[in-house]
Structure formats: C-alpha cells, structure tokens
C-alpha cells in the first residue's frame, strides 16, 4: 500500500437501494455515492437517469446486479414540468432558447394535444442524447453543429395526464414503456398546440413496481450507521417482482444450483424467479411449456454474511 494511500475494507453485501437522485448528479455519481456508503465490491444501476432529472435511480449491489436488466423492460412513471411557449435547442431547459411565441392555449385545446400522445406512438430520439451512430454518441454530433437521420422508435405512452396548470407551466403525470423521451414528448406537445414547448424539469417517480416512496436521498443515507442503512437494502428479487414465482424442495434446489433443470410445479412459461427451500432468493429459471424449469441467472451457491475483506484504495 503506498504512502498516505487509505485501506478501505470492502463487503459482499447484496441487495438494491433505491435512491432519490438530486438534480445534476450522473447515475455513474450516484452508484459511486451509494457503492462508498455501503463499501460494496460491487454496484451497478437499473438504466440511466439524466443528471437534470431527479428522483427514483435503484443501485443494485452484490449479486443483486445480476438482475439490474430485469428494470431496463420496465415500465416508469415520472412527472414532468413541462414550459410552454420556448423551444430550446435540446429540449429542455438547459438548452439554448432557440424561439419564443406567445401562449393562447386554453383547456380543451390542451386536452385534445395530450389525448392524441397517448397510446403507441412514433418518437424521433433527440440529437442530444447518448444513442449511437456510426459508434458516436449522437449528443456528439450535436456539439458539432451536426444533424443525423433517426429512425423513429414505436413506445407505449399509458398515462398522460395533467395534475396542474400554472400559466404557461403544466405539470404532468406520465407513464410510458421503456425508451421513451420525456423531453420528445414536452416537444411534441408543444409543436401540436403550436406554441413550441420544452422540459422544464423530471422527476421519476415510479421504475416497474419499485416507488419512489421506498427512496433515500444521499444526504439520509449518509447521516444512517452502517447497520440502519443494511436494514432498508431491498432483496435482490425486488428487481423481478413482477414475474411469476416458483418454490423448490430441497433436493430440487440442489439439482437447480448444480444447473440441471427441475421440475418446478404449474406455473406459466417463461422467466420465472426462484426459491429455495428456505424461502431464499435463488434467481431466475426459464419454465417450459411442460413446467420444467431450467436455470437461467442464478445468485452465488454460497451467500455472502456481509463478512469484510481488505482492499487498497487512495
């Protein structure tokens, strides 16, 4: 260990902490906060959450990253500040204001404009954003003064509604499939009510069946003792709550850990989350249409007990 260099002592600890993210944080930032807290060998997050949005970002530690893309399918819920009447070169309010028009938008106008972005729709993914082409991200592009050609993306837009209208301000429930661009849709809404409209702010509220009613801020997390912050890790399992369930006998579960497959009972086909005879998390199984269950992503055969190991760190 060099000179002045710290030991820190990290742990095989797993499970998923859901964090409120504050405002301009990277969810690289916020898995590197939530992996010192909790001095994990490993973290990882359930999908990005961009650093001017705020709210519910699940870090999964340990053997609970295995499962982070069960969240990446997952529905999500936000609500959305929406400013009408400015157009921004990036579609939200960190952009430069590219156009100003005046408001003349009245109730019904508005609702028609959200009924028709509901339901399936086509999104054009914005320049600034970190999808690729050509093994570039496309807010590279941007920066330079350059536009692509995208293809438009078809996702499910569930629930758009309006919680509240101050002025040219509205404030908006939205719940939508994966891949949706909150900010597309502030713009899309704007160019139909023809006054042009950006993102104001974003705070994700709901990922899946994970709510951010479970969430901790950095600053709650920080002030718990190491003990008070094991206590509000979530099981691995929370990130696959909504597939069906399978229990196994103790002879089956040695069989299922050993990577043979099982017969698991009734159950529908397809991913299936697993437990043992004692009611532990396993992983995940695919079920065949004859009920067999085959081992798909499973958790270590030898669960951690949070027992330390020393590793250097500066």
Not at 19 to 48: C, F, I, M
Not at 62 to 83: C, I, N, P, Q
């Amino acid at each position: 260990m060099r000179a002045g260099a710290l030991r820190i002592v990290r742990r095989r600890i797993d499970g998923v902490v859901l964090l409120d993210k504050p405002h301009g944080w990277s969810s690289n930032h916020a898995v590197q906060a939530v992996k010192r807290a909790y001095r994990a060998e490993r973290a990882g997050h359930t999908g990005t959450l961009d650093p001017l949005a705020t709210g519910l970002l699940p870090i999964c530690l340990g053997e609970a990253t295995k499962f982070s893309a069960g969240l990446l399918d997952a529905d999500k819920e936000y609500v959305a500040g929406v400013r009408l009447g400015i157009t921004t070169a990036t579609g939200d309010a960190e952009g430069e204001v590219l156009q100003t028009r005046a408001v003349a938008v009245d109730d019904r106008s508005l609702e028609a404009a959200l009924a028709a972005l509901r339901g399936e729709i086509d999104q054009v993914p914005p320049m600034y954003s970190a999808l690729k082409r050509d093994g570039r991200p496309l807010y590279e592009y941007a920066r330079a003064g350059l536009e692509v050609e995208r293809k438009p993306r078809r996702v499910m837009i569930h629930t758009l509604e309006l919680l509240e209208r101050d002025a040219d301000l509205l404030r908006l429930r939205v719940v939508c499939s994966k891949g949706t661009y909150v900010r597309v849709l502030a713009e899309d809404l704007g160019r139909a009510l023809g006054c042009g409209a950006h993102l104001a702010a974003l705070r994700r509220t709901r990922v899946g069946s994970l709510s951010l009613g479970q969430g901790v801020t950095p600053e709650r997390l920080e002030a718990l003792d190491e003990s008070a912050r094991d206590r509000i890790l979530l099981s691995a399992d929370a990130l696959v709550a909504e597939l069906p369930e399978a229990h196994l006998a103790a002879g089956e579960e040695a069989l299922l850990l050993r990577g043979q497959p099982v017969r698991g009972g009734a159950g529908p086909a397809g991913a299936t989350r697993v437990y043992g005879h004692t009611g532990d998390f396993l992983g995940l199984a695919e079920r065949a249409v004859d009920g067999t269950l085959h081992p798909r992503r499973l958790r270590r055969a030898d669960p951690p007990a949070n027992l330390a190991k020393g590793t250097d760190s500066q």
